[in-house]
Structures are given as C-alpha cells and as structure tokens.
C-alpha cells in the first residue's frame, strides 16, 4: 500500500492524499504544469525537501536513504539526457547497482528486459548515438531490470512510435498484473481510460479528482483541468477521443 499524506511541496503541489494498493495501475494526469512530475520525483526521492508523509508499506519513502529506496522503487524520470557515450549493455548494469539479489537473479533480470523492449541490438551502441524513441526503450529496460515493487513512470510513452506505445502500456499492465504498484504520469487519455485502474488528476498542483477512469474522465472534471470537452470513441480494440479547445 502507498500512503500520499497531506503531501505538499511549495508552489508546485498542495495536500495531496491518496491511497494505492500493490497491484494496480495508476495513471497521473493533468495539464502541463500540473505537478504531474513533481509528485513522482517526490516519491521517488529525487526531488528532497517535500512536506507530508509517503508510505510504501511501513517504510517513510522521503527519509529513506537512496540505497534503502533502491531496493523498494524503480523511477523513470520524464528527461534523460546523455553527454558521455556509455554502452547500453553497461547502462543495463548500471541500473542493477545496490541492488541486494544474486548476480544470477540481476543477469535473468537484465535478459528479459532487453527480450521485452527489443534492444538486442543496441547493446554495443553507445547511448549518445540513439535516437529519442530508442534512449526512452533503453531507460524502461533499466527500469525493468531492477524489478522493484514499486514503479514510478513519468510520460514512459514520450518519444515512442505507436507499436512502442502500446508495448510500454501492455508491459505496464502485466507490472501491476504481477503485484506491483506502478504510477504512470500519462498526456494520452485514451491510453488512460484504456489501460489504468484508475487515475488521478491534478491541477494547479492540487488533487481535484481520483478513482476508476470514468469517475475522473468526466466532462466538469476534463473543462476543469484541460478547458477540452471530449467526445469518447469506444470498440473492442480500444479507446480513442476527439476533443476541442472550449
Ligand atoms: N525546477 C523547477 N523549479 C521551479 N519550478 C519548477 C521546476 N520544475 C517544475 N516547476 C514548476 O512546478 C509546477 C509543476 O511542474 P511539473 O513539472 O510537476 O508539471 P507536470 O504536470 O509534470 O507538467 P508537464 O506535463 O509539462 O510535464 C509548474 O508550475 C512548474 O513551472
């Protein structure tokens, strides 16, 4: 279970309080500017000096120590950026360091993940010399290969080809479907309602509404936070939306 209390963080986000249980998906959405980012990389402590309290089971994520947090989260932060040419083989490694499990367990991990987002052959390449859409599929991978309980993915689909879209949001899916939490900080709605357990929206820094995508999606709450109104196209295959600028 992760515990948001009366999280706050000056000018940028206000009393939030939120429950999640292990196994869910839980999409983070709103405008740009929102606090979408903020709110992850306080939980993932890489933003410091948050008011509030975050519980991930009985441990106090923001007085954890960045090796004790290690072994509880995964953060996919919205930017990398890349100045030294590293291999992706050893920013794979890199991604596992501190990480308390048998080099067995880590090397299996590192296997699946480069299976899962295809990058057997980018290993040799340095990650300076790959494009937007292929550094983000690297990152997952890393992410992926720590395995943690908790998943924390800001705009994961960002810079991602529509087939790549869906295997981030299908492998996220299966994250939660094996007991993990994992919070996704999302722009696409239709790939919101589609895929996540429910949501949760911010505005302004402020948690204006949280629960199953219906309950969130709803045309006072979407005119609220992104002034759109939104017409919902629904079949088997999924979800799209058309919406206009009120
Ligand atoms: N480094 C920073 N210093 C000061 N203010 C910041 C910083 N980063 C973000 N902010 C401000 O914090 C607020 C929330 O920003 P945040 O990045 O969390 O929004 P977001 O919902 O993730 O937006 P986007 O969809 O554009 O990525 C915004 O008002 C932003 O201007």
Known sequence: MLELTNLSYPKRLNNVNYCASAGRLVGVIGANGSG?????????????KANGEVKWHSDDLL?????EQRQQLAYLAQKNEFR????????LLTSQVNIKESS?????WRERSIDEFHLGNLLSRAITELSGGEQ????L??????NRSLLLADEPTASLDLHYQLLVMDWLKAMSKEGKLV????????????????????NEGQLIASG????????????????VSVDWLCNSNGVAMLARRL
């Not at 007085?63 to 090796?67: D, F, L, N, V």
């Not at 991978?141 to 720590?146: E, G, H, L, T």
């Not at 309950?215 to 006072?220: I, K, N, P, S």
């Open 36 to 48: 979408k980012s903020t709110l992850l990389s306080i939980i993932a402590g890489a933003l410091k």
């Open 63 to 67: 007085h954890c120590s960045p090796s």
């Open 84 to 91: 030294e040419p590293v291999r992706v083989s050893d920013l």
């Open 104 to 108: 067995a367990t880590l090397s299996a």
């Open 136 to 139: 983000r599929r690297v990152m």
């Open 141 to 146: 991978a890393c992410i992926y290969a720590m």
């Open 183 to 202: 919070l996704v900080a999302l722009h696409d709605l239709a790939l919101a309602a589609q895929y996540c357990d429910e949501l949760l929206l911010l």
């Open 212 to 227: 199953e995508p219906n309950q969130v999606l709803t045309d006072t709450n979407l005119a609220a936070a992104y002034k």
